[in-house]
């Protein structure tokens, strides 16, 4: 399985160095309008940036049919790309915790620092989870479709809710004690509900790479 990732950082070289560039830009960004929300951004551009072009890749060498006849089993296969998921999650996070304790503004808490960086990560991991099982069955050139609708419909349906004059009373939502104690804890939340995903995310597309016939 390590050389399958090791395949996968010699394929993701270039996509690596413009995500560091970019990373680059929006953690100086951060720093000089002193705002943790960008530092979102290098967690959900990591994910996309980094993971997803290996299936490009991996798609137009017809790298799939060569690993059938190799002495890996297609358990392995799939577990290797969400192993790197967790590696390249967990890195994103390493590295963006003392950066988030540089940019924070004194009146801002750590536990809410580390809230915002774990809810970007978690979000960068669910939509990955999502994504995986739907790029297994129709291939990623086709599944930029529907990686497109999944992006696209919770936009929609935000902005029908706006133009339709949805009355929502969001202040007192937000000051509900229920959602008090979820915004409190989102740092333990977010993880719990990603690692759900992922495993569930796991098995679909183990199931389908299983019955797939290259």
């Known amino acids: 399985m390590l050389g399958l990732m090791i395949k996968d950082v010699y ?36 994910n996309i940036g980094l993971i997803l072009p290996t299936f490009s890749y991996d798609e137009k060498g017809q790298w799939d049919k060569y690993a059938r006849i190799l002495p890996v089993s297609y358990e392995k296969l ?9 590696i390249v ?16 503004k004194p ?20 939509l990955i989870s999502i994504m995986f099982p739907i790029i297994y069955k129709i291939g990623m050139e086709k599944a930029r479709i529907m990686i497109f609708v999944i992006v ?14 949805i009355n ?15 915004s409190y804890h989102l740092y333990i939340i977010c993880p719990l ?3 759900v995903f992922i495993a569930l995310s796991y098995q679909i597309s183990k199931a389908v790479v299983a019955k797939k016939e290259y």
């Open 11 to 46: 394929t993701i070289k270039r996509q690596f160095k413009i995500v560091v560039l970019m990373s680059i830009f929006y953690i100086g960004f951060s720093i000089l309008d002193n705002n943790i929300g960008f530092l979102s951004f290098v967690a959900l551009f990591a």
């Open 78 to 86: 799939v577990l290797s790309r969400y192993v790197e998921v967790l």
């Open 89 to 104: 999650n967990g890195v994103m996070l390493a590295i963006l915790i003392p950066i988030s304790l540089f940019v924070k």
């Open 107 to 126: 009146e801002e808490e750590f536990l809410l620092i580390l809230s915002i960086l774990v809810v970007a990560i978690c979000i960068g991991v669910i």
């Open 152 to 165: 696209l419909v919770p936009t929609c349906l935000i902005a029908t809710m706006a133009k339709l004059n």
């Open 168 to 182: 929502i009373n969001l202040p007192q939502i937000l000051e509900s004690p229920f959602v008090k104690y979820v």
């Open 193 to 195: 509900i990603a690692a």
